[in-house]
């Protein structure tokens, strides 16, 4: 189930909430090397979330401001969520294939814990 998407912007669905109900949040989508390598690095705030694919494991130096951070497996399932302040290195997570990124603290709301799948709409093709 190989995923190909594209830099880009996009929308991130939060599926799982307790009445079959979806969240849906803007998303950047990075795919390119540069793109994976910037990721929220000298930005003071997010519109969204941030989607990194490929990616299994992040890290938070050089960034300005805490940040919720999503493992997803191949499925799209979320297999694990936590915040991560400035300077940390997180720790691979062995079934991830992507991460999402967003601000610290707007991910409970969303509905993104684990368990929950995602679906990750392409904008402009």
Do not use: K
């Not at 929220?40 to 941030?50: E, H, T, W």
């Amino acid at each position: 189930m190989g995923r190909r998407w594209r830099d880009g912007r996009g929308e991130l669905v939060v599926h799982g909430g307790g009445e079959g109900s979806s969240v849906t949040v803007p998303l950047e989508i990075a795919t390119s090397y540069r793109a994976r390598t910037m990721g929220l690095l000298g930005r003071d705030s997010v519109d969204g979330a941030l989607l990194l694919s490929p990616a299994s494991s992040v890290h938070t130096f050089r960034m300005r401001m805490p940040i919720d951070v999503a493992y997803l497996d191949r499925r799209l399932r979320v297999i694990d969520v936590c915040t991560m302040r400035p300077g940390r290195l997180g720790m691979p997570r062995l079934r991830a294939r992507h991460v999402v990124e967003a601000e610290a603290g707007v991910m409970e709301g969303w509905g993104v814990r684990e368990g929950a799948r995602v679906e990750v709409v392409v904008h402009g093709r």
